[in-house]
């Protein structure tokens, strides 16, 4: 943001209390300073009221017009100039504003006063070979009085402005200011600045003693010495103040940068160069620095940004009806991704299989090994083979690939609901847990070495009853592995406490989502490990969802239900109401039900009305298969049909719809307006619209 001329005014406004401050302290040191030596009887002279009054006063204005003059130049540029390097000149200006005054002051005040001296002189004796010594002398003590006055407020306005500016080139975010200046620059200054106060003023205060025929006052000498000395080690420490915090707004932003954290704002953020001495080019390299890695950071930020989302479409969704069980899993990353992994895979009618695991270290490494653990555990659960054989192919098949470098211990279970078993074996991950009705969980021993140690190792298979009612828990080590603020660890035996208290009937997301907020709680926030957990229940006959549509599955283990209905109005109601609960039990947090409720709900009746005419005689089908991310919904009728791309074209994108001739035009509107895309074919079953609905990706741990 360019700082214009409202912010020059409020600067000048600023400077106009400082320069008359800086005037009056130096004023009134001179005065005590004269005060104290005339008692001491070391001078005689007494500072003329008025006469410093009117001095100071020039001063004063003349100081405030020179300001105004230098910061008027950059305004009258401003209109045509860049707000950047608008800021950056004026930020110039006034960086240079302190030394400009303390030369421009200092030489003022010495040449007015050489002049006037010079000439008094003069008037008083005459030509040079005509002055006296004591004449001089005494000129010369006034000369050394007034000019040590002069340097005394160029010296405190250099330190008060190079404060007092400070504020100002911050809000103008220079960040470029050219490089040449040095740190030693303004202790020079300060230090020569100082010393020339001290050695005029005690120079004064010598040749007025001698000229008094005293001699020197040791007293007065050493107390004066002292006074400058402070005065001296003061200004010094003011420069050394600000290069002081300079360097430490820098450290601060370096240990941001190193250590990940954003403060003060985004990773861009750069740090303003308020000076052009070493702090200033730190402070550029630094920015340069910081920029690049910013841009390396927002890339990395995409890579795992679309790692995520990867990561997520390979995780089964949270609730699945599978036959006569419930399923529910749950998995959180502790960073973008993880090493977790947990998969669902529907096999036929009766038989489901399911996976958990855990792969060695965090990050991208463990997350590029949990998706390849998870493709391999897809395509050789579909081999055939028990739990401990899939195991064993899908070890010999990642001990080539980690080569000793990483290590995933891995649970597999097949779920036979037909014969109401479960036959679970183990490479090397926590035992899982059996929970029946009334009873406290049962830990089901039988592990081996984790996958990546041994390409023949070899697994064992536990089968286990399943009755209505039961309920089968794998974990990764994530859930009992929470410590609290005081370090203490979750442990096994508050996680089995916690499993002990589920009631029967309670629906499993529930029951899961209880524990996590107990977890939560009892982490208080701290970051903790990858955490993932999978419940399987048995469900009795009376506890199964009820459904008008017949189940099979598709290729992958997706979910297909079918409704017969009548062409009639009305009849869609019962599809919609099906269709809500199975959408709501699979895609549990979609923000697209009433848009594919609605889509449906126009497609049956274009089929009902077009396709059927009403003829409750000629029945219509909806077939919806549920995927994990892709929903598909096709209704048949035994219409005629139509081509859906001509549709499209002389329909959709008609805009002149006044000579319409097909009626289902409108429908096909809003079709096309609540899918992802649609389209039309033929099978057996008869013509049908196909309507395809995309599940978009969703970081549920970022709502939390």
Same mark, same amino acid.
């Given at each position: 943001?360019?700082?214009?001329?409202?912010?020059?005014? =409020?600067?000048?406004?600023?400077?106009?209390?400082?320069?008359?401050?800086?005037?009056?302290?130096?004023?009134?040191?001179?005065?005590?300073?004269?005060?104290?030596?005339?008692?001491l009887?070391?001078?005689?002279?007494?500072?003329?009221?008025?006469?410093?009054?009117?001095?100071?006063?020039?001063?004063?204005?003349?100081?405030? !017009?020179?300001?105004?003059?230098?910061?008027?130049?950059?305004?009258?540029?401003?209109?045509?100039?860049?707000?950047?390097?608008?800021?950056?000149?004026?930020?110039?200006?006034?960086?240079?504003?302190?030394?400009?005054?303390l030369?421009?002051? $200092?030489?003022?005040? $010495?040449?007015?006063?050489?002049?006037?001296?010079?000439?008094?002189?003069?008037?008083?004796?005459?030509?040079?070979?005509?002055?006296?010594?004591?004449?001089?002398?005494?000129? %010369?003590?006034?000369?050394? !009085?007034?000019?040590?006055?002069?340097?005394?407020?160029?010296? +405190?306005?250099y330190?008060?402005?190079?404060?007092?500016?400070?504020?100002?080139?911050?809000?103008?975010?220079?960040?470029?200011?050219?490089?040449?200046?040095?740190?030693?620059?303004?202790?020079?200054?300060?230090?020569?600045?100082?010393?020339?106060?001290?050695?005029? #003023?005690?120079?004064? @205060?010598?040749?007025?003693s001698?000229?008094?025929?005293?001699?020197?006052?040791?007293?007065?000498?050493?107390?004066?010495?002292l006074?400058?000395?402070? @005065?001296?080690?003061?200004?010094?420490?003011?420069?050394?103040?600000?290069?002081?915090r300079?360097l430490?707004?820098?450290?601060?932003?370096?240990?941001?940068?190193?250590?990940?954290?954003?403060?003060?704002?985004?990773?861009?953020?750069?740090?303003?160069?308020?000076?052009?001495?070493?702090?200033? =080019?730190?402070?550029?390299?630094?920015?340069?620095?910081?920029?690049? +890695?910013?841009?390396?950071?927002?890339?990395?930020?995409?890579?795992?940004?679309?790692?995520?989302?990867?990561?997520?479409q %390979?995780?089964?969704?949270?609730?699945?009806?599978?036959?006569?069980?419930? *399923?529910?899993s749950?998995?959180?990353?502790?960073?973008?991704?993880?090493?977790? %992994?947990?998969?669902?895979?529907?096999?036929?009618?009766?038989?489901?299989?399911?996976? *958990?695991?855990?792969?060695?270290?965090?990050?991208?490494?463990?997350?590029?090994?949990?998706?390849?653990?998870?493709?391999?555990?897809?395509?050789?659960?579909?081999?055939?083979?028990?739990?401990?054989?899939?195991?064993?192919?899908?070890?010999?098949?990642?001990?080539?690939?980690?080569?000793?470098?990483?290590?995933?211990?891995?649970? *597999?279970?097949?779920?036979?609901?037909?014969? !109401?078993?479960?036959?679970?074996?183990?490479?090397?991950?926590?035992?899982?847990?059996? *929970?029946?009705?009334?009873?406290?969980?049962?830990?089901? =021993?039988?592990?081996?070495?984790?996958?990546?140690?041994?390409?023949?190792?070899r697994?064992?298979d536990?089968?286990?009853?399943?009755?209505?009612?039961?309920?089968?828990?794998?974990?990764?080590?994530?859930?009992?592995?929470?410590?609290?603020?005081?370090?203490?660890?979750?442990?096994?035996?508050?996680?089995?406490?916690?499993?002990?208290?589920?009631?029967p009937?309670?629906?499993?997301?529930?029951?899961?989502?209880?524990?996590?907020?107990?977890?939560?709680?009892f982490?208080?926030?701290?970051?903790?490990?990858?955490?993932?957990?999978?419940?399987?229940?048995?469900?009795?006959?009376?506890?199964?969802?009820?459904?008008?549509?017949?189940?099979?599955?598709?290729?992958?283990?997706?979910?297909i239900?079918?409704?017969?209905?009548?062409?009639?109005?009305?009849?869609?109601?019962?599809?919609?109401?099906?269709?809500?609960?199975?959408?709501?039990?699979?895609?549990p947090?979609?923000?697209?039900?009433?848009?594919?409720?609605?889509?449906?709900?126009?497609?049956?009746i #274009?089929?009902?009305?077009?396709?059927?005419?009403?003829?409750?005689?000629?029945?219509?089908?909806?077939?919806?298969?549920?995927?994990?991310?892709?929903?598909v919904c096709?209704?048949?009728?035994?219409?005629?049909?139509?081509?859906?791309? =001509?549709?499209?074209?002389?329909?959709?994108?008609?805009?002149?719809?006044?000579?319409?001739?097909?009626?289902?035009?409108?429908?096909?509107?809003?079709?096309?307006?609540?899918?992802?895309?649609?389209?039309?074919?033929?099978?057996?079953?008869?013509?049908?619209?196909?309507? @395809?609905?995309?599940?978009?990706?969703?970081?549920?741990?970022?709502?939390?």
């Open positions: 943001m360019a700082v214009r001329s409202e912010v020059c005014g =409020e600067l000048l406004r600023k400077l106009v209390p400082v320069y008359a401050g800086a005037m009056l302290f130096a004023v009134g040191l001179r005065y005590l300073e004269l005060y104290w030596l005339g008692h009887g070391v001078v005689e002279q007494r500072m003329s009221g008025l006469g410093t009054a009117s001095v100071m006063l020039a001063l004063w204005l003349l100081l405030n !017009g020179y300001t105004w003059w230098r910061l008027r130049s950059p305004q009258q540029l401003s209109p045509g100039m860049s707000p950047v390097l608008f800021n950056e000149r004026l930020a110039a200006r006034l960086l240079t504003l302190p030394y400009e005054l030369v421009g002051l $200092t030489l003022l005040t $010495t040449l007015s006063s050489l002049g006037v001296r010079a000439g008094q002189l003069a008037r008083e004796h005459g030509g040079w070979s005509d002055w006296r010594q004591e004449a001089v002398l005494e000129k %010369l003590q006034l000369t050394l !009085g007034e000019s040590g006055l002069g340097l005394t407020v160029s010296v +405190v306005l330190l008060l402005l190079r404060r007092v500016l400070r504020s100002f080139i911050l809000r103008l975010e220079p960040l470029q200011l050219g490089g040449g200046g040095s740190i030693i620059g303004p202790l020079i200054i300060a230090y020569a600045g100082t010393f020339l106060v001290a050695m005029m #003023n005690l120079l004064q @205060f010598v040749i007025a001698d000229h008094r025929g005293q001699g020197v006052n040791s007293t007065a000498f050493a107390v004066s010495f006074f400058y000395f402070l @005065f001296g080690i003061t200004a010094l420490s003011m420069i050394a103040l600000e290069f002081r300079d430490s707004a820098m450290i601060r932003s370096i240990r941001e940068l190193v250590g990940g954290h954003r403060e003060r704002g985004p990773l861009m953020d750069k740090i303003p160069v308020i000076s052009r001495d070493e702090a200033g =080019e730190l402070a550029m390299a630094f920015n340069e620095l910081r920029e690049k +890695v910013g841009h390396e950071y927002e890339e990395l930020e995409k890579e795992l940004e679309l790692a995520y989302n990867i990561q997520q %390979l995780l089964p969704p949270g609730d699945i009806i599978a036959g006569a069980c419930r *399923i529910f749950w998995s959180r990353s502790e960073r973008e991704v993880g090493g977790d %992994l947990c998969d669902v895979v529907r096999l036929d009618e009766t038989r489901t299989a399911i996976a *958990i695991g855990d792969v060695s270290g965090k990050g991208m490494p463990a997350a590029l090994v949990m998706s390849a653990a998870i493709v391999l555990f897809r395509s050789e659960i579909k081999r055939g083979g028990s739990s401990s054989e899939v195991l064993q192919r899908i070890n010999r098949q990642l001990c080539e690939a980690l080569g000793g470098e990483s290590y995933v211990s891995l649970g *597999i279970g097949l779920v036979d609901t037909l014969q !109401g078993t479960i036959t679970y074996a183990s490479a090397g991950h926590l035992s899982p847990y059996f *929970i029946t009705a009334g009873e406290r969980p049962i830990q089901i =021993e039988g592990s081996s070495l984790p996958i990546g140690f041994d390409p023949e190792g697994y064992t536990v089968q286990l009853e399943l009755k209505p009612g039961d309920r089968f828990v794998l974990i990764t080590d994530g859930m009992v592995e929470l410590r609290d603020r005081q370090g203490e660890l979750y442990g096994f035996d508050r996680f089995e406490s916690e499993l002990a208290g589920w009631e009937g309670v629906p499993l997301a529930q029951l899961v989502e209880g524990m996590l907020k107990k977890m939560e709680a982490a208080s926030g701290l970051g903790q490990d990858d955490r993932t957990i999978v419940v399987l229940e048995m469900q009795s006959p009376e506890g199964m969802p009820a459904t008008a549509a017949n189940v099979t599955l598709a290729g992958g283990g997706q979910l239900c079918q409704w017969l209905i009548p062409a009639a109005h009305g009849s869609e109601r019962q599809v919609l109401q099906e269709m809500e609960r199975l959408i709501g039990e699979h895609w947090q979609t923000s697209r039900l009433e848009d594919m409720k609605s889509a449906v709900a126009e497609a049956v #274009n089929a009902a009305e077009h396709g059927n005419r009403l003829n409750e005689s000629r029945q219509i089908r909806v077939k919806l298969q549920i995927g994990t991310h892709l929903i096709r209704v048949y009728d035994q219409g005629a049909g139509f081509d859906a791309a =001509e549709a499209k074209r002389r329909e959709l994108y008609n805009t002149d719809r006044s000579q319409q001739e097909d009626p289902r035009g409108w429908g096909l509107m809003l079709i096309d307006g609540l899918t992802d895309y649609w389209e039309t074919g033929r099978d057996k079953d008869g013509f049908y619209v196909e309507l @395809f609905f995309l599940r978009k990706a969703e970081r549920s741990w970022e709502k939390e």
